[in-house]
């Protein structure tokens, strides 16, 4: 019994980090050339502006977009607002989280996150310009509510020089309704955080109404009227990737772990090599990474090669079938597609495909 328990303690620990919460996932979008959400909620995305698509911070090609700083940005479906509900006076009663990857040479503040802007000016303000979250990075993220901004000067929360150094960085923002508090995270470590507190009562205020998360732009006209963002603002100046939204605040320990599933090349691209002869999908010395697909890996299978779906639980994100490539699905076996698929190549289904996006 004993000898049993000391080899039990010696065995390794393998941590799998995971994407943490996600039964509270309202959208997750990998940007696979669409801006499809791939949450199972279907909170779909569309681009404005003509942003251009670029390799991922693991290098899979058209993983990724450019935004142009001009009037490139990302509009997310406005019904995901249904995820959070307003108090009488428009303030949500609960927290949000979103993540996002970027890079950029540009630290002139620029615009990066609009989440819940609305364009009735009746709330609180006949100014509703700043209404609900905006976020602009420069040297610093500033993460404002209703024009009510990150410390009392507005400096934001330092980047450190990251938001320029033209590298992908993970940047994380949590608002947490239970404790007032509003988080900035840079590569899965908090970088500052701050309370609104005026006489002694700590102010909730996050009116999120009429628009539903936007990427690369900060605000929406009040009027209503217009979608453009073109003006002295601008858009985004960089690449950005991989954005998720919850309807709940994240934890450091949750967002360090979702860092470190970001951070994994295997769970994003995973290169079909025909590596062995058996030429078979669950065979993982055949990937390049050395493991199996996870359901948000683009898996690409190239001019010449072909790869055997032989069982039942094969899982990808995007699927790519290149001219001259031969995807097989042999009897009794599955793959489920959670991303697009894009083939000019060969399919042969004597088992099941299913596309979940
Ligand atoms: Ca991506
Ligand atoms: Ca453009």
Not at 123 to 130: G, T
Not at 188 to 205: A, D, N
Request: with cysteine; glycine share 10%.
């Amino acid at each position: 019994m004993k000898s049993k328990l000391i080899l039990l303690l010696c065995l390794p620990i393998t941590i799998i980090a995971q994407i943490p919460q996600t039964s509270n996932l309202v959208g997750e979008y990998l940007l696979y050339s669409d801006a499809n959400d791939s949450s199972g909620k279907n909170y779909h995305g569309d681009s404005f502006g003509s942003p251009t698509t670029t390799t991922d911070r693991f290098n899979n090609a058209d993983a990724a977009y450019t935004l142009d700083g001009s009037d490139d940005y990302f509009h997310f479906d406005d019904d995901m607002l249904n995820e959070w509900t307003p108090d009488e006076n428009g303030w949500i009663v609960s927290s949000f989280t979103i993540s996002f990857w970027s890079k950029s040479t540009q630290s002139l503040e620029h615009p990066i996150v609009a989440f819940g802007v609305h364009n009735n000016g009746n709330l609180y303000s006949s100014n509703s310009l700043y209404k609900g979250m905006i976020t602009r990075m420069g040297t610093a993220i500033k993460m404002n509510s209703n024009n009510w901004p990150t410390y009392s000067n507005n400096s934001g929360f330092s980047t450190s020089g990251r938001s320029h150094d033209g590298q992908w960085h993970h940047y994380v923002l949590v608002w947490n309704y239970d404790t007032g508090y509003r988080q900035a995270y840079i590569d899965g470590s908090l970088v500052g955080q701050f309370q609104q507190v005026e006489s002694g009562t700590i102010r909730k205020r996050f009116a999120i109404r009429d628009k539903g998360l936007s990427i690369g732009r900060e605000r929406y006209e009040n009027d209503g009227s217009s979608d453009d963002p073109t003006g002295t603002n601008g858009s985004y100046d960089g690449s950005v990737d991989d954005i998720r939204i919850w309807n709940l605040a994240l934890t450091s320990s949750e967002i360090s772990n979702l860092y470190t599933y970001d951070n994994t090349s295997s769970n994003y691209g995973n290169d079909w090599t025909n590596g062995s002869s058996d030429g078979n999908w669950s065979t993982t010395s055949n990937w390049s990474e050395g493991v199996l697909p996870t359901k948000r890996t683009s898996v690409i299978v190239e001019t010449g090669e072909t790869l055997t779906v032989d069982i039942n639980s094969a899982v990808c994100g995007r699927l790519i079938i290149k001219s001259g490539g031969t995807l097989i699905i042999s009897a009794g076996s599955k793959l489920t597609v959670s991303g697009p698929v894009v083939n000019t190549g060969t399919v042969t289904i004597s088992g099941d495909i299913v596309l979940a996006y």
